[in-house]
């Protein structure tokens, strides 16, 4: 059974820099694809930023140029660097680990929460 935990979320001033954390347990990121994923209040979950289990990796146009997915295999633990920061960056951010082939599996970490004011 795997276990995700996400973390690194807080209060930035626009313009500003933060770095979110996903770190797992029971399976494996080499074989994994990851996802960021954000939800602000009263809007649908949003697909930020991808990274397949081959090295590909993908962003929404929205963060583009300002956001890197990055993988740290020895600590089993994901990245989201997040720079230049806009209001409308805030939100819950989450990552998923999924696999399509044997073993199948989803895994969400719980959220952490991102707020960009001044």
């Known amino acids: 059974q795997g276990q995700l935990v996400g973390s690194g979320g807080g209060l930035v001033q626009p313009g500003g820099s933060l770095r979110l954390s996903c770190a797992a347990s029971g399976i494996s990121f080499r074989i994994s694809n990851i996802g960021w994923y954000r939800q602000a209040p009263g809007k649908q979950l949003e697909l930020v930023a991808t990274?397949?289990?081959?090295?590909?990796?993908d962003y929404a146009d929205s963060v583009k140029d300002r956001f890197i997915i990055s993988r740290d295999y020895a600590k089993n633990t994901v990245y989201l660097q997040m720079g230049r920061l806009k209001p409308e960056d805030a939100a819950v951010y989450y990552c998923?680990?999924?696999?399509?082939?044997?073993?199948?599996?989803?895994?969400w970490g719980q959220g952490t929460q991102v707020t960009v004011s001044s």
């Open positions: 990274s397949t289990s081959s090295g590909t990796k």
């Open positions: 998923k680990a999924s696999r399509r082939v044997g073993p199948v599996y989803d895994y």
